[in-house]
């Protein structure tokens, strides 16, 4: 009580003197944010300058635009935006709305054992590490030996080179994302669902709706706060289509369609040891993504729903 | 909540799922499941028979669900190569090492933050939360770390992403919600510094909050492949998810000249490693598992409901 009483009268170093424990702690974490955020935010300045490693950041002579020219000018851009923009709202379609049926479907059939069964089940994979995931992929899918094309092959259909056609790539890569973040996506809807207010299921029960109209009246409005927050994160992360997994997936068949962005952008830098032309392209990627936040949020706020900020 | 749910169900005596759309829907949810579940564990079954079958049934394409002609070849490949093994050490030391440096960051920065009565703690929240949205991306990020020669270091997997601002503030919210700041001022009155109510009071407190913290830097640590593919040139100090890496992806092969049959043998037993070698891999994070579900579901609705 006394404390805080006396709080608004204490300047900062007053405040720094009875508690410079505290403040001490903070040093180290203080310290990483500076190295390891701040510092590269910063060095994006590079994106603006023609640098060498013999002058350093400050001492690389200034050329404004002309990486941002470069790429754009570049013949790959088009393909790089494009495949980049294609792999990132498939994904979107198709891993936002699983979630929300695995939760409901739970849902429906109650707090059985196999329903807690079946939720441990589905996170499992969410714990595997996006290496293992690739790998168990290329296992499943081989075309000699996996499991898929032997299945194939005894139903008597052709066995199919999956990992080897171009046009397989991108389903492969968002319904092996479904695979695995379903489940734990599922969690948070889950815990909303049950917290739905139940004078509203009774009135739906004894206004004898059934089960499928009360999923409309009742538990989507109970879940749309939450679906409009998720939507509006995942359009922020249309851009930040994740760099491990596309790398790990290419090969030299599915490049045409399978190199995006970060995979350029890691190519290009620290292959190629181009660092301001890849900082360049990494700066305008971060750009479109905070864009697509941004604008996502404001429609949101517009229609007078929830806001991130 | 959803036990309450059932019971009130009962209580209000009215029998669901009666009508024929209902009971349709009922039996399409339980359809959908069941294909979901079967989808789930072909893949994994899959991986776990082959690593246990004979190499040449395994390259032959025989094994579906049980394994063919049981062995540990696999196993024994595995174990035998000096670089798996100590691919798998150096992840361990990777993960522990992390995993206590991360978590002793993030509670450093969410204690002081949980204090309402700390001067600077607006300012440096928004510091914190901005790194949220922003960053230097992956070419000045890798500046940094080679201005600070941790190329080719142990550090190098440990310290550049050592702190998760998402746990700070799930650490801050949860000290907040459920350690009254009346017990530091009551504990201040009595001669209690700061720091020791950090650790004799707070830390004990914080218990449940800082498993969820263990295991998620620990899960994140083992499964760090990216900090080891720009770091890291050295392959002795490769981690596990790197062999991983080339031994399933890029197919990288020691390329030993030899005999023809002894090549054909050698392909067989290196596919059949592959399975193995996934299974190995994932084996920790799946001793995890029973305590993951313990806390991190919680942990991941306190984030997302309070947060």
Request: charged share 15%; glycine share 6%; hydrophobic share 50%.
């Amino acid at each position: 009580m006394e404390a805080s009483k006396n709080k608004k009268k204490w300047g900062l170093r007053e405040d720094i003197q009875r508690r410079w424990q505290l403040y001490l702690m903070l040093l180290l974490p203080l310290l990483y944010i500076t190295l390891f955020c701040y510092i590269p935010m910063g060095g994006i300045v590079i994106a603006f300058k023609n640098y060498s490693f013999r002058k350093g950041i400050m001492g690389s002579e200034w050329v404004g635009l002309k990486y941002f020219i470069q790429f754009f000018t570049n013949p790959d851009m088009a393909r790089l935006l494009r495949n980049t923009l294609i792999i990132s709202i498939y994904q979107l379609i198709a891993s936002f709305p699983t979630p929300i049926i695995l939760a409901l479907a739970l849902h429906i059939i109650g707090g059985t054992r196999f329903k807690k069964f079946m939720q441990s089940l589905t996170y499992a994979p969410y714990f595997i590490s996006t290496v293992v995931l690739v790998g168990i992929v290329l296992q499943c899918l081989h075309l000699n030996i996996g499991i898929v094309n032997s299945v194939l092959d005894f139903l008597g259909f052709d066995r199919v080179d999956f990992m080897g056609r171009v046009s397989y790539f991108r389903h492969i890569y968002v319904w092996s994302g479904v695979w695995q973040v379903t489940g734990y996506s599922a969690i948070i809807y889950i815990a909303a669902l049950g917290n739905v207010d139940q004078s509203l299921v009774e009135a739906s029960l004894i206004d004898g709706a059934n089960r499928l109209h009360r999923i409309r009246i009742v538990e989507l409005p109970a879940l749309k706060p939450i679906i409009t927050i998720q939507l509006i994160l995942a359009i922020g992360s249309i851009m930040g289509v994740g760099f491990e997994k596309v790398y790990l997936m290419q090969n030299n068949l599915n490049l045409p369609v399978s190199e995006i962005i970060s995979t350029y952008v890691f190519k290009r830098g620290l292959r190629d040891m181009q660092y301001s032309f890849a900082t360049a392209v990494g700066l305008f990627n971060s750009l479109v993504n905070f864009i697509l936040l941004f604008t996502a949020n404001k429609i949101s706020q517009k229609f007078g729903e929830t806001s991130l900020w | 909540m959803q036990a309450s749910s059932q019971t009130q169900y009962q209580g209000t005596k009215i029998k669901l799922y009666h009508t024929l759309p209902d009971r349709i829907l009922l039996a399409c949810v339980w359809i959908l499941l069941m294909a979901i579940a079967v989808v789930i564990l072909v893949p994994v079954l899959f991986i776990l028979a082959s690593s246990f079958s004979d190499a040449k049934a395994v390259s032959a394409g025989k094994v579906f669900l049980w394994p063919v002609d049981f062995s540990l070849a696999g196993y024994r490949v595995i174990f035998e190569s000096p670089n798996i093994v100590k691919g798998f050490l150096n992840s361990v030391a990777y993960t522990v090492v992390g995993t206590i440096v991360s978590v002793t960051l993030t509670l450093l920065a969410g204690y002081p933050l949980s204090r309402s009565d700390l001067k600077i703690r607006k300012p440096v929240m928004i510091l914190f939360t901005i790194t949220m949205f922003f960053s230097g991306g992956m070419i000045p990020t890798y500046m940094v770390v080679s201005r600070l020669h941790l190329i080719d270091s142990f550090w190098a997997m440990i310290l550049p992403s050592a702190m998760g601002v998402w746990n700070v503030i799930l650490i801050k919210t949860y000290i907040q919600s459920s350690i009254p700041l009346e017990i530091f001022e009551s504990a201040s009155i009595d001669g209690c510094s700061d720091w020791k109510y950090f650790i004799n009071m707070v830390i004990p407190l914080a218990k449940p909050i800082i498993a969820v913290m263990v295991l998620l830097y620990a899960v994140g640590k083992w499964n760090d492949f990216f900090s080891a593919l720009l770091y890291l040139n050295d392959t002795a100090k490769s981690p596990m998810q790197l062999i991983l890496r080339n031994v399933l992806v890029t197919n990288d092969s020691s390329g030993m000249v030899m005999r023809l049959e002894e090549q054909m043998s050698r392909q067989e037993l290196k596919t059949l490693m592959q399975y193995s070698l996934v299974v190995v891999s994932s084996l920790p994070v799946m001793l995890l598992y029973p305590f993951i579900q313990k806390y991190f579901v919680k942990g991941i609705m306190m984030g997302s409901i309070k947060g």
